[in-house]
Nanobody, 117 residues
Framework: QVQLVESGGGLVQAGGSLRLSCTAS????????MAWFRQAPGKEREFVAV???????GYADSVKGRFTISRENAKNTVYLQMNSLKPEDTAVYYC???????????WGQGTQVTVSS
């Protein structure tokens, strides 16, 4: 069964840090581009970061310099280290996977991140 399971969300004060994890099963992980998206209440889902199968990375301007995406192919896991968190980072964070960056076909269930001011 193809599945992505996120963990690591929670409540943190502004300026704090969290690390999200996403573990994949039922897929050939190292073939996939892995990404994080987020959706805040009343807003559309937005791209946060990607780590390609080549291990190159990309970030949304809003998180550049604060968030770091990484992957550990041996564990079928992608991480999102989030530092210097701001209240506007509050959202449900989703892990996504795909063979093409334009088409993420596998999604996790999401994990809530809440940043208090």
């Amino acid at each position: 069964q193809v599945q992505l399971v996120e963990s690591g969300g929670g409540l943190v004060q502004a300026g704090g840090s969290l690390r999200l994890s996403c573990t994949a099963s039922g897929v050939t992980f190292n073939y996939l581009h892995m990404a994080w998206f987020r959706q805040a209440p009343g807003k559309e889902r937005e791209f946060v970061a990607v780590i390609r199968r080549s291990a190159t990375m990309g970030y949304a301007d809003s998180v550049k310099g604060r968030f770091t995406i990484s992957r550990e192919n041996a564990k079928n896991t992608v991480y999102l280290q989030m530092n210097s968190l701001k209240p506007e980072d509050t959202a449900v964070y989703y892990c996504a996977a795909g063979l093409r960056e334009s088409d993420y076909t596998i999604w996790g269930q999401g994990t809530q991140v809440t940043v208090s001011s």
